[in-house]
């Protein structure tokens, strides 16, 4: 339609020019000569000039006018796609200094309006309207497109998207009770951390590594273990290979506009992922998983998921796992363990936190203590928090369900996006003071008298009713898995004299709520003198980590 109605104007433009243009008849000469000789390229200008007005019009005339001011409207509906290409994960936070009195604005591209917030007041209003800005059609489509759902599956995901007994929401009450306080997500933690400090015990000597691999290779062996137990799937390390081979595709499969057969080898690694879930589905050996695990698989087979797709959303819900978990964990040892200060200070209060026991064969053992980890390293905790501050990328989306009118200001037109782009809401100078866009370890640590920043700023997790469900879980596994590198090792860069050079993040995929590691850095991990003896890990009370506006406020 569009380019048939394009082509109209243009070719009334061309005719009009070729008939009369309101000049003197020499004037109208030269210009009949000047369109004979350039017939191309004045067809083509009016062409364009026609093209553009008719773009403008179109895009202004359809704006309501009580919808958020629309921006970037240089070339219309294209300008946002230019900007986004242009600025990529910078964006957002050049629209916002540009308009920088804005508390939400429109984009428009083609076909879609994406309603943008940067004012931190408007977060909890969005929040509140789950039932018609939405959530679940985000993840249903990547569920579809990405993980390669049946059309009866997918009906069953999104035959209510908006009432609390919906899959969706159902889904979130299933699984909180396995993630939230209590001895299931203890048991969690504990299984995941033991794999991870046996795993440590095997480093006697200095060993090199590449960080991110290593960090990848260990979390997601201790993460999936804690969860799947130990029938665990990603044990095979073809499977491991196939989930390295298969996640970085998950972004573009998500965009839906490349041909399906360009990632044919990713999407064979998916399928033998996927049907090495569904075995373990049917041979029932969630059974002898985590809480989590059981809660999980209970609530889609009790809503009618046949097991072939029961294999695909676990590769969601792998994705969920350890997207995220493994770049946080990264950034967290980089940046305690590239700063010599932060070194000694995090590991000064990792040390008086270990309890010294009797331990086998007459030797002692220490207990590193997961709740103590958590209450009582303030520089720890607020480095890790700085990395979510620093590095985060989430980007909150959720569809307009139906027109609605926003704080009883903005109309949201049904169909659109609203998006609460993370790292806008990271860098606002008024919420973290004028060094917002430097790293400072101990941002987070309170001092007497000092009011805290505004909580809902720290946009981490996501938030709402689709507050991260995973982060108590992912903060007590990355902050352990710290403070037992820091307690047992020296990690020391290979290359550039022992310097620790940062990475940069731009090729970063957008489809994850961290920044990842453009380049790798090979490093030695070095027991620490006296540092290879016994060592345990307990994680009894360990309880939540309140980082987010939702447990601070509770
Ligand atoms: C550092 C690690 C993690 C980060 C940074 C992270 C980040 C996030 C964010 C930002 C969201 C909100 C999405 C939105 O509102 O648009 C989210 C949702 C979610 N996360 Fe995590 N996550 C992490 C670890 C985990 C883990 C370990 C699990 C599973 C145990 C998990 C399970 C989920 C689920 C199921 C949702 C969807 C909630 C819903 O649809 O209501 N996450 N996560």
Wanted: proline share 6%; charged share 20%; net charge neutral.
């Amino acid at each position: 339609m569009l380019p048939a109605v394009v082509y109209a104007a243009y070719a009334s433009i061309v005719q009009g020019a070729n008939t009369t243009s309101g000049f003197s008849p020499a004037a109208d000469n030269a210009v009949s000569r000047f369109v004979a000789q350039h017939y191309a390229l004045t067809s083509t200008a009016a062409g364009l000039a026609a093209s553009y007005a008719f773009l403008w019009a179109l895009l202004h005339f359809t704006q309501d006018a009580k919808e958020p001011p629309v921006v970037f409207t240089g070339l219309p509906f294209l300008s946002p796609i230019i900007g986004a290409v242009r600025w990529s994960m910078g964006f957002y936070n050049y629209m916002r200094d540009t308009y920088p009195t804005l508390p939400v604005f429109t984009l428009r591209l083609p076909g879609l309006r994406v309603y943008v917030v940067n004012s931190t007041d408007l977060i909890p209003v969005v929040q509140r309207q789950w039932r018609t800005l939405i959530f679940p059609p985000v993840s249903a489509r990547a569920s579809e497109v990405a993980m390669g759902a049946s059309k009866e599956g997918m009906a069953i995901i999104r035959d209510d998207m908006i009432t609390e007994s919906g899959f969706m929401h159902a889904f979130g009450k299933a699984i909180h009770p396995a993630l939230s306080t209590g001895a299931a997500l203890d048991e969690l933690n504990g299984s995941a951390l033991d794999v991870l400090s046996k795993s440590l015990d095997l480093i006697q000597g200095p060993k090199r590594v590449n960080l991110f691999e290593w960090i990848r290779h260990e979390l997601l062996m201790a993460t999936t273990d804690g969860v799947y137990g130990p029938s665990n799937p990603l044990r095979d390390p073809a499977r491991e290979a196939d989930w390295i081979k298969f996640h970085p595709t998950i972004m573009f499969l998500m965009l839906n506009v490349v041909p399906l057969w360009f990632f044919h080898s990713a999407l064979a690694a998916r399928d033998r992922l996927a049907l090495d879930f569904q075995r373990y589905h049917v041979a029932g050996h969630y059974r002898q998983g985590s809480s989590y695990i059981q809660r999980w698989t209970e609530h889609f087979v009790s809503r009618g998921i046949d097991p072939v797709d029961l294999g695909r959303f676990q590769n969601a819900g792998l994705f969920a796992l350890v997207a995220n978990t493994i770049p946080t964990a990264f950034w967290t040892i980089f940046c305690v363990f590239s700063d010599p200060e932060i070194v000694s200070e995090c590991r000064e209060e990792v040390e008086r936190t270990v309890t010294v026991e009797e331990g086998v064969a007459g030797g002692k053992a220490c207990t590193i203590n997961a709740a103590r980890i958590k209450s009582s390293c303030p520089t720890l905790v607020s480095t890790f928090q700085e990395v979510f501050r620093f590095y985060g990328m989430a980007n909150s989306v959720r569809v307009v369900n139906e027109d609605h009118v926003l704080d009883g200001r903005y109309l949201l037109k049904k169909g659109g996006l609203v998006m609460i782009p993370a790292r806008v809401q990271h860098r606002l100078k008024e919420v973290w003071g004028e060094n917002a866009d430097e790293f400072d370890h101990r941002r987070f640590i309170r001092k007497p008298g000092e009011p805290r920043p505004n909580p809902i700023a720290f946009r981490g997790f996501g938030g709402g009713t689709t507050l991260c469900p995973g982060r108590h879980f992912a903060t007590t596994e990355i902050l352990v898995f710290t403070a037992m590198l820091l307690l047992r090792f020296d990690l020391v860069p290979v290359a550039d004299g022992g310097e620790w050079v940062t990475p940069t993040t731009a090729n970063s995929s957008q489809a994850e709520a961290m920044a990842q590691p453009d380049q790798e850095i090979q490093i030695e991990l070095r027991p620490r003198p006296g540092a290879v003896r016994e060592w345990r890990v307990s994680c009894e009370g360990n309880g939540e980590a309140a980082l987010v506006a939702e447990d601070l406020c509770r």
